[in-house]
């Protein structure tokens, strides 16, 4: 992904090997600065305060978390207080769990090596896991596009492609690519006519700071709207397809993800609008089938809700509160699309039925 040119992923090693830069996702899209982590502190620092985020970016942070641990102490206990404190740091994004437990697998098997640099080779290997998998998601789902642009010319003799994204599942939460934005970019690189209109995603907008500013920085024609209208434009022939990303998904295809997802859903499936949800491998959680029942919801300050931050008059980013004093708020950040509701999930393997069956027919090696 390019940002003003330069080619960028949202995390790297420095030039000495050991040092992780990452993008400071809570300064976009007014600010663009990158930050050094050099300790175990730091990565969990940047995961808790959103510095990054995103359900696979968090995966790929932990696991250069615990290199950075291991870069000070190479122990058994060091390894098992850097897992406790990174997968705390998170509680929704199933990534997380699924790197660290990728990381302690590698690491359990390398007795009397050198554990800093199996720490390292293991964490490269995962970020370049997260890459492939989201080209080719990128793939599969631009194919998909491809064929609902035809079908909408031939009923209605009418481009672009209107699709509909919420939140930010784009390269920020990704290592590069993204994953329900990478057939945006695929499909629009490959020359479809498309146009996205962008859920501002309340209250930490991601769609609106983060999509729209990568969806800018790629030259992707879109619209930013208010998160309530999404239903609207659908009773009016206005989306053709909705696409997202998921935080976790269960072994019968429901889909966790940013607030707001299961409203979208509703609402197109009343209007007969298609709900894609785009996901690597590291997102599925086999354990569970329930999403609804099982999955931990992430419970954020009231703050988020109470105030809102952007660009001042005088070009200065400022905080200011839109709730009266006094009113509580409740920031509940994620819920679950029910399988039912999903028309497709993507992944890297293909495109598969929301259920079960659907699942293990893409990913055999794990049917019981
Ligand atoms: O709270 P966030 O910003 O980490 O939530 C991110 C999302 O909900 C994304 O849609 C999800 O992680 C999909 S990732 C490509």
Same mark, same amino acid.
């Given at each position: 992904?390019?940002? *003003?040119?330069?080619?960028?992923?949202?995390?790297?090693?420095?030039?000495?090997?050991?040092?992780?830069?990452?993008?400071?996702?809570?300064?976009?899209?007014?600010?663009?600065?990158?930050?050094?982590?050099?300790?175990?502190?730091?990565?969990?620092?940047?995961?808790?305060?959103?510095?990054?985020?995103?359900?696979?970016?968090?995966?790929?942070?932990?696991?250069? /978390? =615990?290199?950075?641990?291991?870069?000070?102490?190479?122990?058994?206990?060091?390894?098992?207080?850097?897992?406790?404190?990174?997968?705390?740091?998170? @509680?929704?994004?199933?990534?997380?769990?699924?790197?660290?437990?990728?990381?302690?697998?590698?690491?359990?098997?390398?007795?009397? &090596?050198?554990?800093?640099? =199996?720490?390292?080779?293991?964490?490269?290997?995962?970020?370049? &896991?997260?890459?492939?998998?989201?080209?080719?998601? /990128?793939?599969?789902?631009?194919?998909?596009?491809?064929?609902?642009?035809?079908?909408?010319?031939?009923?209605?003799?009418?481009? @672009?492609?209107?699709?509909?994204?919420?939140?930010?599942?784009?390269?920020?939460?990704?290592?590069?690519?993204?994953?329900?934005?990478?057939?945006?970019? !695929?499909?629009?690189?490959?020359?479809?006519?498309?146009?996205?209109?962008?859920?501002?995603?309340?209250?930490?907008?991601?769609?609106?700071?983060?999509?729209?500013?990568?969806?800018?920085?790629?030259?992707?024609?879109? !619209?930013?709207?208010?998160?309530?209208?999404?239903?609207?434009?659908?009773?009016?022939?206005?989306?053709?397809?909705?696409?997202?990303?998921? *935080?976790?998904?269960?072994?019968?295809?429901?889909?966790?993800?940013?607030?707001?997802?299961?409203?979208?859903?509703?609402?197109?499936?009343?209007?007969?609008? %298609?709900?894609?949800?785009?996901? %690597?491998?590291?997102?599925? *959680?086999?354990?569970?089938? &329930?999403?609804?029942?099982?999955?931990?919801?992430?419970?954020?300050?009231?703050?988020?809700?109470?105030?809102?931050?952007?660009?001042?008059?005088?070009?200065?980013?400022?905080?200011?509160?839109?709730? @009266?004093?006094?009113?509580?708020?409740?920031?509940? +950040?994620?819920?679950?699309?029910?399988?039912?509701?999903?028309?497709?999930?993507?992944?890297?393997?293909?495109? +598969? &039925?929301?259920?079960?069956?659907?699942?293990?027919?893409?990913?055999?090696?794990?049917?019981?």
């Amino acid at each position: 992904m390019n940002v *003003d040119g330069k080619a960028y992923r949202t995390i790297w090693l420095r030039e000495d090997g050991r040092t992780v830069e990452i993008i400071d996702q809570t300064r976009l899209p007014h600010e663009f600065v990158t930050v050094v982590l050099r300790t175990l502190d730091d990565a969990v620092h940047a995961i808790r305060s959103m510095q990054v985020r995103g359900a696979p970016l968090i995966g790929v942070t932990a696991a250069y /978390g =615990v290199c950075l641990a291991l870069g000070v102490d190479e122990s058994d206990e060091s390894f098992n207080a850097a897992y406790d404190a990174l997968l705390a740091s998170r @509680p929704t994004a199933i990534n997380l769990r699924w790197a660290l437990g990728t990381m302690r697998g590698a690491l359990s098997g390398a007795a009397g &090596d050198d554990r800093v640099a =199996v720490a390292y080779e293991t964490a490269a290997r995962i970020a370049d &896991d997260d890459v492939a998998s989201c080209k080719a998601i /990128g793939e599969h789902g631009a194919e998909l596009f491809a064929g609902l642009a035809r079908d909408k010319k031939e009923q209605k003799g009418a481009e @672009p492609l209107n699709i509909l994204t919420h939140c930010n599942a784009g390269w920020l939460a990704t290592v590069d690519y993204g994953t329900a934005l990478a057939p945006v970019y !695929t499909a629009f690189d490959a020359g479809l006519a498309l146009h996205v209109w962008v859920d501002e995603t309340r209250p930490r907008n991601q769609g609106a700071s983060l999509t729209a500013w990568e969806l800018g920085q790629h030259g992707v024609p879109h !619209t930013v709207i208010a998160d309530n209208a999404g239903g609207h434009l659908m009773q009016h022939g206005r989306v053709d397809v909705c696409i997202t990303g998921s *935080d976790r998904t269960t072994s019968a295809g429901d889909v966790c993800n940013k607030i707001g997802t299961y409203l979208k859903a509703l609402a197109a499936q009343d209007n007969g609008v %298609p709900f894609y949800v785009a996901l %690597p491998h590291s997102t599925i *959680d086999w354990c569970l089938s &329930d999403g609804i029942a099982d999955i931990p919801i992430e419970e954020r300050e009231a703050r988020e809700v109470t105030h809102i931050s952007g660009l001042g008059e005088d070009g200065s980013v400022i905080t200011v509160q839109v709730t @009266p004093e006094g009113s509580p708020a409740a920031n509940v +950040a994620f819920d679950v699309t029910p399988a039912r509701l999903v028309t497709g999930l993507i992944t890297e393997r293909g495109v +598969a &039925d929301a259920s079960a069956e659907g699942l293990v027919a893409l990913y055999p090696e794990r049917a019981e």
